[in-house]
């Protein structure tokens, strides 16, 4: 069983930064790509935010958050963070950590929500303007 636990979001003024961590359980984080994903309180679905492959080598991100978010991943830690800079009240909502099932290709991330299987409880994120 994988679990994963959230942590790090707060409130913050508008240009601010924030490092989400979400720390992982289980045997296989190292073998794993991540992902964040997050949901405003309009949103019915979840958006992807950012994505990491096994080894932390490749990284995709939301046209939104672009040069703005950092994905990064401590597999020794068991870790993997979202550094947040330059924040914007467009950017308050609830930030998910997410793993798939299996640990898969080491060269591959995953934007899809329906691509991973385990979740975080989410951490809330609240920029003001």
């Known amino acids: 069983q994988v679990q994963l636990v959230e942590s790090g979001g707060g409130l913050v003024q508008a240009g601010g930064s924030l490092r989400l961590s979400c720390s992982v359980s289980?045997?296989?984080?190292?073998?794993?790509?991540m992902g964040w994903f997050r949901r405003t309180p309009a949103g019915k679905d979840s958006e992807f935010v950012a994505?990491?492959?096994?080894?932390?080598?490749?990284?995709a991100y939301a046209d939104s958050v672009k040069g703005r978010f950092t994905i990064s991943k401590d597999n020794a830690k068991n870790t993997v963070y979202l550094q947040m800079n330059g924040l914007k009240p467009e950017d308050t909502a609830v930030y998910y950590c997410?793993?798939?099932?299996?640990?898969?290709?080491?060269?591959?991330?995953?934007?899809?929500?329906?691509?991973?299987?385990?979740w975080g409880q989410g951490t809330q994120v609240t920029v003001s303007s």
């Open positions: 289980g045997r296989t984080f190292s073998t794993r790509a």
């Open positions: 997410a793993a798939p099932y299996s640990s898969g290709s080491i060269y591959d991330y995953y934007t899809a929500p329906d691509e991973y299987t385990y």
């Open positions: 994505a990491i492959n096994v080894s932390g080598s490749r990284r």
